[in-house]
């Protein structure tokens, strides 16, 4: 599972999520973070990677295209969430709430 621990860090400083979270109502803006975050993905053979604004509503997915997406979900309950928000980052392993799949949660909080 510590092989996906740095993924958060890499999408946290690129440009594309920087931009997106700038502007996270621009629809070129969302369209670039979904596509990045699906290229990232595919080559990381991860689950599913995304985005979550200060509310905890994911805004970018990698799963942006498929009927199960995160875009607009709610996701403010999750421990991963909360916690990352408190400490700066978090490791969880639990069940997915969305999908019914376990999976191990790596998230990092994104400072302004």
Known sequence: MARYDHLPDVIRFHPT???LLDDPKSPEKV???NR???NINA????GVLYVLNLDGMCIAA???RDKTSFVGVDLSYRPYFRDALKSGAQH???IGTTTGVPGYFASRAIPS
Do not use: C, K
Request: net charge negative; proline share 0%.
């Open 17 to 19: 999520i920087q931009a």
């Open 31 to 33: 369209e670039a973070a």
């Open 36 to 38: 990045y975050l699906e």
């Open 43 to 46: 080559v990381s053979g991860s």
């Open 62 to 64: 990698s799963n942006w």
């Open 92 to 94: 969880f392993f639990g």
